[in-house]
């Protein structure tokens, strides 16, 4: 076999692991942000200086420690003991917790903490959840060529929940929650002229797609075909979905977007029971019959999406809903947890009583995991940050960028200058500034690595070293060009 088969049989025929530990693997996002920002604060203690020395490289390195790095160790050589990684990562959490309750000299009463009024510009969960989907999707593309990488938390073939199944869901849900609609942007005029400008504002990802099949195509780069199929990719996808969602939006109240979103994941689940279309999706010896029969996976799962995409629209209202008080958060973010929780038991029955999760198809089974995963890792966030909110309020530091502040009608210059500094120096702004730059520079290092690297056959520390180069000049390139205020679009 060449070592484009061999790549491409490396990443076929994968089932998957458990719902369980996809769920409690997520949940290391959230501790790493954690102790992050209680690091921070620990460190701010008693000074008014910034605990880390003002000079950038510094700060990048001490978040590219704190976060990056333990994603990388957790899918790779510490994969094998996930669960006493969280555990462990959990109990220094609550050390950090306590020592700080423990220096604190005065009580801080609940109600009065839950009744305090909250200062953000934007909802810091939700940019938050963003860009540790990207960070997480950058660390598996590479990462699975890699033998040092788990095969159950690769994209399973059919059938299954890889960790890398949830990617394109996440993905999708993440650009829902902050779309157009949501922000109630760009949405006045005719319904037409909003359909035309939304076909037209999806020509990046047109443009990104028609490059990435061109370089693929001529380079000979390896392709799991079941994946989307032969011609089709990630951005077309995303381009597809996008435009499908804005034509049920223009036509549709945005209020009643959760039950169309139901509706077509269960219509789209009758169709494939009912018909032969999940035994045409499947079929693997037809790829030379049209373009249809080459790339059915990407073009009816795109249905799916639309349900998923819908969802997060409505996740976004919710979310985007005028609240002040840091009550009224906790009780929106119990709100998704038990939501999430409820998703995750129609998950379950979908599975013994109707069918497995199925990223290929994107079946029912897979639009209720990929929300329900989604709106467990969003009130995990939000949860991390209200317990840094506690703490920051314990020692009255505010010392944490991208993560929410508790609301001063008076600041002193030298405080407003600190947190401006803090906001300018943090990796997880300068990500979120340009998400789709990153993901793009994440691809296109991902393609050099492959050609000069022979993945299959490195030592599992020489796999490890890559991919945490890999991982820092993907966050170097996107920090400087946050330290010097650029943000990169094409639209």
Same mark, same amino acid.
């Given at each position: 076999m060449s070592q484009k088969e061999l790549k491409e049989a490396f990443v076929s025929h994968l089932n998957g692991t458990t719902l369980t530990e996809v769920t409690f693997g997520s949940s290391l996002a959230p501790l790493c942000l954690l102790n992050r920002g209680l690091l921070l604060i620990m460190c701010h203690r008693g000074s008014e200086a910034l605990p880390i020395p003002t000079r950038s490289i510094l700060h990048l390195l001490f978040d590219y420690t704190a976060v990056i790095v333990p994603l990388v160790l957790s899918c790779t050589i510490l994969s094998d003991i996930l669960f006493q990684v969280v555990i462990s990562l959990s109990l220094i959490s609550v050390c950090m917790l306590a020592y700080i309750c423990h220096s604190n000299t005065r009580f801080i009463e609940p109600k009065p903490f839950l009744t305090s009024h909250l200062h953000f510009e934007r909802v810091p969960f939700v940019s938050n959840f963003r860009v540790f989907v990207i960070l997480k999707t950058a660390i598996s593309i590479l990462a699975v060529d890699f033998a040092i990488f788990p095969r159950r938390f690769a994209k399973t073939e059919t059938y299954g929940t890889g960790v890398m199944d949830y990617g394109v869901g996440g993905f $999708?849900?993440?650009?829902?929650? %902050?779309?157009?609609? %949501?922000?109630?942007?760009?949405?006045?005029g005719s319904k037409l002229n909003y359909i035309t400008k939304q076909l037209v504002s999806v020509w990046p990802l047109v443009a990104l797609g028609l490059g990435r099949l061109i370089s693929v195509k001529m380079t000979g780069y390896h392709e799991h075909v079941t994946e989307?199929? =032969?011609?089709? &990719?990630?951005? /077309?996808?995303?381009?597809l979905v996008r435009v499908s969602a804005s034509i049920f939006l223009a036509v549709m109240p945005i209020d009643q977007c959760l039950i169309f979103s139901l509706l077509i994941a269960v219509m789209y689940q009758f169709i494939l029971d009912t018909t032969g279309?999940?035994?045409f999706i499947v079929l693997n @010896?037809?790829?030379?019959l049209g373009f249809l029969h080459? @790339?059915?996976e990407g073009i009816f799962s795109v249905v *799916?999406? %639309?349900?998923?995409?819908?969802? *997060? =629209?409505? %996740? *976004? $209202?919710?979310v985007m809903q005028q609240r002040v008080t840091v009550k009224e958060w906790l009780r929106a973010l119990i709100y998704l947890l038990m939501s999430s929780i409820g998703l995750y038991a129609a998950v379950c029955l979908c599975q013994v009583h109707l069918e497995p999760v199925s990223r290929r198809l994107a079946n029912l089974p897979f639009c209720l995991w990929s929300?329900?995963?989604?709106?467990f890792f969003v009130s995990s966030l939000g949860l991390a940050d209200l317990l840094l909110l506690f703490s920051k309020r314990s020692l009255s530091v505010d010392c944490v960028p991208s993560s929410w502040s508790l609301f001063r009608e008076q600041e002193d210059l030298s405080s407003l200058k600190n947190k401006d500094d803090l906001k300018r120096l943090c990796l997880l702004r300068a990500i979120n500034r340009n998400l789709l730059i990153f993901f793009l520079l994440a691809n296109v290092i991902t393609g050099v690595t492959n050609s000069v690297v022979d993945t299959l056959n490195c030592t599992e520390e020489f796999a490890v070293? =890559?991919?945490?180069?890999?991982? /820092?000049? &993907?966050?170097?390139?996107?920090?400087?060009?946050?330290?010097f205020g650029i943000t990169i679009k094409f639209w």
């Open positions: $999708v849900f993440a650009n829902a929650l %902050v779309c157009s609609e %949501v922000r109630k942007k760009g949405v006045t989307y199929g =032969v011609h089709w &990719n990630f951005f /077309f996808t995303l381009a279309l999940k035994e @010896n037809d790829r030379d080459s @790339n059915k *799916g999406y %639309v349900a998923i995409y819908l969802a *997060g =629209v409505h %996740v *976004g $209202v919710y929300i329900a995963q989604s709106l070293y =890559v991919l945490l180069l890999y991982m /820092f000049l &993907n966050c170097f390139v996107i920090y400087v060009l946050h330290i």
